[in-house]
């Protein structure tokens, strides 16, 4: 990457993620008016589920490292629970919760593993707001159970000192970026490198999952037309990738109810691939 590219990166970091999610969502469509989009990321390691959502299998024997297609449900209030992969419907569920969906919402849930190790749900807003002529968003969130960490493009930090379970934005020119996660402070990947497609006026988002410890940690993305309160949809992006932090959990999900210490999860995109081409990333 060259070092206009790599200022360039590093000069837009979108400080004010908040305000662009809320301005966003008030600008979606009047046809998302009664009915919210989202996502479910599977970042828990070995933990296949079945999951329910108001009595009825929505996502069935769902793997780590894969991503749902956008799922639409009525706004509103609904009632999940999540059961290991094969277990009778009427068994006790391994996590249940009751999330209100904003209507227009454009959401992203995600199973994943704490910095120390511990199973988590955590729900993030998509920001939809339109980007830049030349521009792509680049969106990086870090659930995985590794330390703080720093996001490298060309070799060169563009983020540091990330922290689980938390995001950061960055509007980034159109083209491939060489991207890669190291320990804080070090520049050895940890994940990476991987060539990431940004796409003029799209948005894509970079998990983390799984944990640096047992071996695990890898990356899955997700891609969606931004401007217009487009669904998102799933791509892989290999076990290389980014890692992020500080997540605007403004959480027009208002998850409630969870029982037990959760394993929760979903997708429908076959698992990562090491080294994906730029082909492969722009799956969608």
């Not at 047992?214 to 791509?235: C, F, I």
């Not at 890692?243 to 027009?252: E, I, Q, S, V």
């Amino acid at each position: 990457m060259s070092a206009t590219r790599t200022t360039t990166v590093r000069a837009v970091l979108a400080a004010g993620a908040v305000a662009a999610v809320t301005a966003g969502l008030a600008a979606l469509p009047a046809s998302a008016a009664s009915t919210a989009t989202v996502t479910v990321v599977h970042g828990i390691p070995k933990t296949p589920v079945d999951v329910y959502v108001d009595g009825k299998k929505a996502l069935s024997d769902f793997q780590f490292k894969t991503v749902t297609n956008p799922i639409s449900l009525p706004a509103g209030s609904h009632q999940i629970a999540v059961r290991p992969a094969g277990a009778a419907s009427t068994s006790k569920p391994i996590l249940t919760l009751a999330p209100t969906l904003p209507a227009g919402a454009n959401a992203t849930v995600v199973a994943y593993l704490t910095a120390d190790g511990k199973p988590a749900l955590k729900p993030f807003i998509n920001p939809t707001t339109a980007v830049p002529a030349g521009m792509g968003r680049l969106v990086v969130r870090h659930t995985a159970a590794a330390p703080a960490v720093d996001v490298l493009a060309g070799g060169k930090p563009i983020i540091t000192k990330l922290t689980n379970p938390n995001e950061k934005m960055l509007m980034v020119p159109a083209g491939t970026v060489s991207a890669s996660v190291a320990a804080a402070g070090t520049t050895k990947p940890v994940i990476g490198p991987v060539d990431l497609p940004v796409t003029s006026g799209r948005t894509l988002v970079v998990y983390a999952i799984g944990s640096l410890q047992d071996g695990s940690l890898t990356a899955v993305t997700q891609s969606y037309a931004s401007g217009g309160g487009a669904a998102p949809s799933s791509v892989n992006a290999g076990t290389g990738g980014q890692a992020a932090d500080r997540g605007p959990a403004t959480a027009l999900l208002a998850l409630s109810g969870l029982a037990g210490a959760a394993l929760v999860a979903g997708g429908t995109r076959t698992a990562a691939r090491p080294r994906p081409s730029v082909a492969d990333a722009r799956r969608t």
